[in-house]
C-alpha cells in the first residue's frame, strides 16, 4: 500500500462494522463476484481483507472516511447508512442488557447507548438528558482533533430507530434538532424538519408516545448454549402475574431489518426512477405548453381581434377558446369596395389539430372568394379533403354583405343564422343546409345559398354550437330558445351592448360548470344613424380639401362618434387632427388603423409624423421605415428618415438617406440643407 495508507493505518479510532456493510452493496451493486479490491489506491489487500471479515477491526477516521468518500460516488448511501445503524443497535443491544435476566425499559437502555457509542469510535460521546416522560435528547461530543462528518449524522439517527425496532414502538418521532454541520448531502426533511445548522452541538430528540415492551436476557432453560447470548426475552405490558414473554432471536429481527432494508431501498430505487419520469414527464409538457403557446399566439394572428365597420355596419364578437388553442374560428374578408365577406367555422376536435385546419381554412377562404358562398364551400371542401385526408372536418356559415344590404349566406353543417328585425322585435332562425367540409367527396352537392335583406336597426347573428349546447350545473342545456329570447330583450341596445348582453346571461346560465366546448358569437348590426354619419363624412371631407382642418375635425368627430370603427373616417380623421396639431390624439387613432390595416403607406407615413412632432424619434423611425417599405422611392420619406437620424445622432444611417436620396434625385433641394447637418454632426466629435 502507498506511504499516505500507512499513515492512515497507524491511527485506529472507528469500528470498520459501518465501512464493511457499505462495501460489501458497493461490491454488489458493481457485481464484482471475485471480490477482489476494487479500492488498492486508498487500502491494501491485507487490511481490505480485515474489514470485510472482522467485526472487531478497528481503522482510522482518514482511511474510513476516504473509502466511503468513493462509494457514494456511484452508491447512493444514504438509506444504507440508516439501516446500518438500525443493525448496529440491534446485534449489539444483547451486550447491552443486565447479565441476570432483569427486565429493562426503553429509558434504561437509552442510558447505556453511549456504552455502544464507545465501542464504535473514539472520535465522538454521547451524552443523554431526559426532557419529558417519553422525550429524550442525544448530544454528540466530537474530540477537538476530529472532524464531524454528514454521514454520522445518518448512521447515528439509524442507531435510534433500532431503538424503536426493539421495543416495536408504533407511534414516535426521531428529529435531528442540531447540528454543527453547515449542511448535509441527503434532504434536510429526512433528519429533521428545522435542524439548526452551524450549532455547537449535534443533537437529536427521540419521543415516543406508547408505552413499550421490556427486555432481558434469555433464560429460556438450563441448557443454554452460545446461541443463547444472541436471544432476548420480551414482556409484554401488564401485571407480573399476566404477562406474556415471548422468546425472539436477534438473528431474526436482523434478517427482518435486512429484508426491509432491501424493500427499502428498492423502494427508493423506484421512486427514484419515478422522480425521473416525473421529470421528464415535466420537461415533455414544458415543452408542450410552449409549442401550445406559440400555436396560441400563431393562431390570433390569424383570428381578427375586431372587425372594423362597413358601410354603416358594426360588427361585435365574444370569441372563448376552450384550451389555449381553439377549433373555432372567425374571419372577414373585403370583396373589392361592394362586398364584405364574414365567416364563422368550428373545426371537429380540440388543440393543435383542430388550430391546423382552422389555419388552412383561412387560406383557403382567402384563395376562394367567389360570387357565391356554396361555390366557395364546393372548392374548399374539394381542397381541405386533399390536404388533411377526412382526419377533419370543419362546420361553417358564410355570408356575403353586398353594399345594398343584401346578406347572402350558406351553411355547411353549421348553426343556421339569427336574425333580429328592429321593426318587429322578432328573432328568428334563417333556413340553411349542407354537409360538413372537408369529410365527404359529394358534400359540394349539398351546399344552398339563402339571402335575406337587412334593414336599418336589423342584427344578425352567426354562432357555434358551444353556446347552445353549454349546460347548466342540473345538466339543461342553454339552447336556441335561450339564445332567441336573449335577443329579443336586447332590441334597444348597440350590437356590442348585445353580444356582451347573450355572454352575460351564458355565463350566469353555466355558472359552476366546465366549459365543454369553444364558443363564438359573431353579430352585425346596420346602423339607423347611417344617414347623418354620411352627412358628417361629406361635411367634414369637403372642409379637408379646403384646408379648413379644424372644421373638418369637428365633422369627422360626429361621424366618428356613429361608426367608430369605419377606416375610412379613422384615417382621415387622423390626418386631419395632425393637420391640426393634435399629434395626440392623431397617433391614437391611427395606431388603430394601422391594426387593421398594415400596408397603407399615409397611415404610417403620418403617424410617423406625429411622432417625429411629440419628440418619439424611435416610435417615428419605425413607422416610416414601414412607409418606405410600402415606397421606397418616396423623397419625403427618406427626407423625414434622414431629420429622425439627426436627431437621433445616428450619422451612418443618415448618410445612408443622403446617399439614397441622391440616387434617386441628385437635384433635389433639401440635399445640400441635409448635407451640411451631416457635417456639422462631424465637426462637433
Same mark, same amino acid.
Request: with cysteine; net charge negative; charged share 25%.
Given at each position: 500500500?502507498?506511504?499516505?495508507?500507512?499513515?492512515?493505518?497507524?491511527?485506529?479510532?472507528?469500528?470498520?462494522?459501518?465501512?464493511?456493510?457499505?462495501?460489501?452493496?458497493?461490491?454488489?451493486?458493481?457485481?464484482?463476484?471475485?471480490?477482489?479490491?476494487?479500492?488498492?489506491?486508498?487500502?491494501?489487500?491485507?487490511?481490505?481483507?480485515?474489514?470485510?471479515?472482522?467485526?472487531?477491526?478497528?481503522?482510522?477516521?482518514?482511511?474510513?472516511?476516504?473509502?466511503?468518500?468513493?462509494?457514494?460516488?456511484?452508491?447512493?448511501?444514504?438509506?444504507?447508512?440508516?439501516?446500518?445503524?438500525?443493525?448496529?443497535?440491534?446485534?449489539?443491544?444483547?451486550?447491552?442488557?443486565?447479565?441476570?435476566?432483569?427486565?429493562?425499559?426503553?429509558?434504561?437502555?437509552?442510558?447505556?447507548?453511549?456504552?455502544?457509542?464507545?465501542?464504535? !469510535? &473514539?472520535?465522538?460521546?454521547?451524552?443523554?438528558?431526559?426532557?419529558?416522560?417519553? !422525550?429524550?435528547?442525544?448530544?454528540?461530543?466530537?474530540?477537538? &482533533?476530529? #472532524?464531524?462528518?454528514?454521514?454520522?449524522?445518518?448512521?447515528?439517527?439509524?442507531?435510534?430507530?433500532?431503538? @424503536?425496532?426493539?421495543?416495536?414502538?408504533?407511534?414516535?418521532?426521531?428529529?435531528?434538532?442540531? !447540528?454543527?454541520?453547515?449542511?448535509?448531502?441527503?434532504?434536510?426533511?429526512?433528519?429533521?424538519?428545522?435542524?439548526?445548522?452551524?450549532?455547537?452541538?449535534?443533537?437529536? &430528540?427521540?419521543?415516543?408516545?406508547?408505552?413499550?415492551?421490556? =427486555?432481558?436476557?434469555?433464560?429460556?432453560?438450563?441448557?443454554?448454549?452460545?446461541?443463547? &447470548?444472541?436471544?432476548?426475552?420480551?414482556?409484554?405490558?401488564?401485571?407480573?402475574?399476566?404477562?406474556?414473554?415471548?422468546?425472539?432471536?436477534?438473528?431474526?429481527?436482523?434478517? #427482518?431489518?435486512?429484508?426491509?432494508?432491501?424493500?427499502?431501498?428498492?423502494?427508493?430505487?423506484?421512486?427514484?426512477?419515478?422522480?425521473?419520469?416525473?421529470?421528464?414527464?415535466?420537461?415533455?409538457?414544458?415543452?408542450?405548453? #410552449?409549442?401550445?403557446?406559440?400555436?396560441?399566439?400563431?393562431?390570433?394572428?390569424?383570428?381578427?381581434?375586431?372587425?372594423?365597420?362597413?358601410?354603416?355596419?358594426?360588427?361585435?364578437?365574444?370569441?372563448?377558446?376552450?384550451?389555449?388553442?381553439?377549433?373555432?374560428?372567425?374571419?372577414?374578408?373585403?370583396?373589392?369596395?361592394?362586398?364584405?365577406?364574414?365567416?364563422?367555422?368550428?373545426? %371537429?376536435?380540440?388543440?393543435?389539430?383542430?388550430?391546423?385546419?382552422?389555419?388552412?381554412?383561412?387560406?383557403?377562404?382567402?384563395?376562394?372568394?367567389?360570387?357565391?358562398?356554396?361555390?366557395?364551400?364546393?372548392?374548399?371542401?374539394?381542397?381541405?379533403?386533399?390536404?388533411?385526408?377526412?382526419?377533419?372536418?370543419? $362546420?361553417?356559415?358564410?355570408?356575403?354583405?353586398?353594399?345594398?344590404?343584401?346578406?347572402?349566406?350558406?351553411?355547411? /353543417?353549421?348553426?343556421?343564422?339569427?336574425?333580429?328585425?328592429?321593426?318587429?322585435?322578432?328573432?328568428?332562425?334563417?333556413?340553411?343546409?349542407?354537409?360538413?367540409?372537408?369529410?365527404?367527396?359529394?358534400?359540394?352537392?349539398?351546399?344552398?345559398?339563402?339571402?335575406?335583406?337587412?334593414?336599418?336597426?336589423?342584427?344578425?347573428?352567426?354562432? $357555434?354550437?358551444?353556446? $347552445?349546447?353549454?349546460?347548466?350545473? #342540473? /345538466?339543461?342545456?342553454?339552447?336556441?330558445?335561450?339564445?332567441?329570447?336573449?335577443?329579443?330583450?336586447?332590441?334597444?341596445?348597440?350590437?356590442?351592448?348585445?353580444?356582451?348582453?347573450?355572454?352575460?346571461?351564458?355565463?350566469?346560465?353555466?355558472?359552476?360548470?366546465?366549459?365543454?366546448?369553444?364558443? $363564438?358569437?359573431?353579430?352585425?348590426?346596420?346602423? !339607423?344613424?347611417?344617414?347623418?354619419?354620411?352627412?358628417?363624412?361629406?361635411?367634414?371631407?369637403?372642409?379637408?380639401?379646403?384646408?379648413?382642418?379644424?372644421?373638418?375635425?369637428?365633422?369627422?368627430?360626429? @361621424?366618428?362618434?356613429?361608426?367608430?370603427?369605419?377606416?375610412?373616417?379613422?384615417?382621415?380623421?387622423?390626418?386631419?387632427?395632425?393637420?391640426?396639431?393634435?399629434?395626440?390624439?392623431?397617433?391614437?387613432?391611427?395606431?388603430?388603423?394601422?391594426?387593421?390595416?398594415?400596408?397603407?403607406?399615409?397611415?404610417?407615413?403620418?403617424?410617423?409624423?406625429?411622432?417625429?412632432?411629440?419628440?418619439?424619434?424611435?416610435? @417615428?423611425?419605425?413607422?416610416?421605415?414601414?412607409?418606405?417599405?410600402?415606397?421606397?422611392?418616396?423623397?419625403?420619406?427618406?427626407?423625414?428618415?434622414?431629420?429622425?437620424?439627426?436627431? =437621433?445622432?445616428?450619422? @451612418?444611417?443618415?448618410?445612408?438617406? =443622403?446617399?439614397?436620396?441622391?440616387?434617386?434625385?441628385?437635384?433635389?433641394?433639401?440635399?445640400?440643407?441635409?448635407?451640411?447637418?451631416?457635417? %456639422?454632426? =462631424?465637426?462637433?466629435?
Amino acid at each position: 500500500m502507498p506511504e499516505e495508507g500507512s499513515k492512515l493505518l497507524s491511527a485506529r479510532e472507528i469500528s470498520s462494522r459501518r465501512v464493511s456493510g457499505l462495501i460489501k452493496a458497493y461490491l454488489q451493486e458493481h457485481q464484482n463476484l471475485s471480490g477482489s479490491n476494487p479500492f488498492p489506491e486508498i487500502v491494501e489487500e491485507a487490511t481490505y481483507r480485515k474489514i470485510l471479515k472482522d467485526s472487531n477491526f478497528w481503522i482510522s477516521q482518514d482511511l474510513e472516511d476516504r473509502l466511503i468518500s468513493t462509494i457514494a460516488k456511484s452508491v447512493d448511501i444514504s438509506g444504507l447508512l440508516y439501516h446500518l445503524g438500525t443493525e448496529t443497535l440491534i446485534t449489539n443491544a444483547y451486550d447491552l442488557l443486565p447479565l441476570d435476566d432483569t427486565k429493562i425499559f426503553i429509558d434504561e437502555l437509552i442510558h447505556r447507548i453511549p456504552i455502544l457509542i464507545n465501542r464504535l !469510535t &473514539r472520535t465522538v460521546f454521547l451524552h443523554v438528558f431526559f426532557t419529558g416522560n417519553k !422525550t429524550a435528547l442525544f448530544q454528540f461530543e466530537y474530540l477537538s &482533533r476530529y #472532524k464531524e462528518k454528514w454521514y454520522d449524522a445518518i448512521f447515528f439517527q439509524g442507531m435510534l430507530n433500532g431503538l @424503536a425496532v426493539l421495543y416495536e414502538l408504533k407511534d414516535y418521532k426521531i428529529n435531528m434538532t442540531k !447540528t454543527r454541520l453547515f449542511g448535509i448531502h441527503v434532504s434536510h426533511k429526512d433528519l429533521g424538519e428545522d435542524i439548526v445548522f452551524g450549532a455547537d452541538v449535534n443533537e437529536y &430528540r427521540l419521543t415516543w408516545t406508547d408505552e413499550p415492551l421490556s =427486555l432481558s436476557r434469555a433464560m429460556a432453560n438450563e441448557d443454554q448454549n452460545s446461541n443463547n &447470548r444472541h436471544k432476548v426475552m420480551i414482556v409484554s405490558r401488564g401485571d407480573t402475574l399476566n404477562e406474556k414473554i415471548s422468546i425472539v432471536d436477534i438473528n431474526d429481527v436482523v434478517d #427482518k431489518s435486512r429484508e426491509l432494508a432491501i424493500e427499502n431501498r428498492d423502494l427508493e430505487a423506484a421512486v427514484e426512477v419515478l422522480k425521473s419520469f416525473k421529470t421528464e414527464l415535466e420537461k415533455k409538457q414544458l415543452s408542450i405548453a #410552449k409549442d401550445l403557446r406559440l400555436a396560441k399566439n400563431i393562431q390570433k394572428g390569424l383570428i381578427p381581434q375586431f372587425i372594423p365597420d362597413w358601410k354603416g355596419i358594426q360588427f361585435w364578437t365574444a370569441y372563448y377558446p376552450m384550451q389555449e388553442v381553439s377549433g373555432d374560428y372567425y374571419d372577414y374578408f373585403p370583396f373589392a369596395a361592394d362586398k364584405l365577406g364574414v365567416v364563422v367555422c368550428d373545426v %371537429s376536435g380540440h388543440g393543435v389539430p383542430a388550430a391546423f385546419i382552422t389555419a388552412l381554412s383561412k387560406m383557403l377562404f382567402t384563395n376562394y372568394k367567389m360570387v357565391k358562398p356554396s361555390e366557395t364551400f364546393k372548392f374548399i371542401n374539394r381542397d381541405l379533403l386533399d390536404l388533411v385526408k377526412q382526419q377533419g372536418y370543419t $362546420t361553417c356559415v358564410y355570408a356575403l354583405i353586398q353594399d345594398d344590404y343584401k346578406i347572402v349566406y350558406s351553411t355547411a /353543417g353549421h348553426p343556421r343564422p339569427i336574425l333580429h328585425r328592429a321593426r318587429t322585435n322578432q328573432a328568428e332562425i334563417l333556413d340553411g343546409e349542407g354537409t360538413f367540409i372537408g369529410m365527404f367527396p359529394e358534400g359540394g352537392d349539398t351546399y344552398r345559398d339563402h339571402s335575406v335583406q337587412l334593414e336599418p336597426g336589423d342584427k344578425l347573428f352567426l354562432y $357555434t354550437d358551444g353556446i $347552445t349546447e353549454a349546460e347548466s350545473d #342540473k /345538466g339543461v342545456p342553454f339552447g336556441e330558445e335561450r339564445l332567441l329570447s336573449a335577443i329579443v330583450s336586447c332590441a334597444e341596445m348597440t350590437i356590442q351592448e348585445t353580444i356582451e348582453h347573450i355572454m352575460q346571461v351564458h355565463k350566469e346560465f353555466t355558472m359552476g360548470t366546465d366549459p365543454m366546448d369553444d364558443i $363564438t358569437l359573431l353579430g352585425w348590426q346596420l346602423s !339607423t344613424k347611417l344617414p347623418e354619419f354620411n352627412e358628417y363624412k361629406k361635411l367634414g371631407d369637403e372642409s379637408y380639401k379646403a384646408k379648413q382642418f379644424e372644421k373638418a375635425c369637428d365633422y369627422f368627430q360626429k @361621424a366618428y362618434e356613429i361608426l367608430p370603427r369605419e377606416l375610412n373616417t379613422q384615417l382621415v380623421y387622423g390626418r386631419a387632427l395632425a393637420h391640426s396639431g393634435k399629434f395626440k390624439e392623431a397617433s391614437l387613432l391611427l395606431e388603430s388603423y394601422n391594426r387593421f390595416k398594415t400596408n397603407n403607406y399615409i397611415s404610417h407615413a403620418v403617424l410617423g409624423y406625429c411622432y417625429y412632432k411629440s419628440e418619439s424619434f424611435e416610435k @417615428a423611425e419605425l413607422e416610416w421605415k414601414k412607409a418606405h417599405s410600402l415606397k421606397d422611392d418616396n423623397l419625403p420619406v427618406l427626407f423625414n428618415l434622414a431629420m429622425v437620424y439627426l436627431k =437621433l445622432g445616428a450619422k @451612418a444611417r443618415m448618410k445612408d438617406m =443622403l446617399d439614397r436620396m441622391k440616387r434617386i434625385d441628385e437635384n433635389n433641394q433639401n440635399i445640400i440643407p441635409l448635407e451640411k447637418k451631416w457635417e %456639422s454632426m =462631424l465637426d462637433e466629435e
